[in-house]
């Protein structure tokens, strides 16, 4: 199921799948809206302009954002809460991890990178011999 989200460091809506906490891109806490998938693809252009500036306004932001509660009950949830020994909030958690995974990403990356380096130069090698 596909949730509209607002993330007010972007100042973008953010269509996503499932019920996202966090920004997939700056990892800062996203806004979950009340507005349905369905019916925001009906908008028009100037439509999702005019809303995406009511989601910056705070005051309007809040008649506009839900909150989904049921993730207390998952499986993630209550794994993060088991390790969050400082009580911190989940996003912070969360973004936490992503940057974990960002991180070992770009380390992987990195390393193939290297041994692809390492196996030119063995060829070039051999075809000098
Ligand atoms: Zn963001």
């Known amino acids: 199921m ?4 607002y993330c007010k460091c972007c100042n973008h809506i953010f269509m996503l799948n499932g019920h996202r ?3 997939p891109k700056c990892l800062e806490p996203l806004t979950e809206l009340r507005i349905s998938y369905l019916d925001y693809t009906k908008l028009n252009i100037e439509e999702r302009e005019a809303f995406k500036a ?3 306004d705070e005051e309007q932001l809040k008649k506009l954002k839900t909150r989904y509660r049921m993730y207390k009950y998952s499986k993630w949830y209550k ?7 400082e009580n911190l ?3 912070t958690l969360l973004a936490q ?3 974990e995974k960002a991180k070992k990403k770009a380390e992987k990356k990195a390393e193939k990178e290297a041994n692809k380096k390492a196996d030119k130069k063995a060829d070039t090698n051999d075809e000098t011999l």
């Open 2 to 5: 596909m949730y509209m989200h």
């Open 21 to 23: 906490m966090i920004c």
């Open 54 to 56: 009511s989601c910056a």
């Open 89 to 91: 909030p989940i996003t």
């Open 79 to 85: 794994e993060l809460q088991a390790e969050n020994t």
């Open 97 to 99: 991890k992503e940057r």
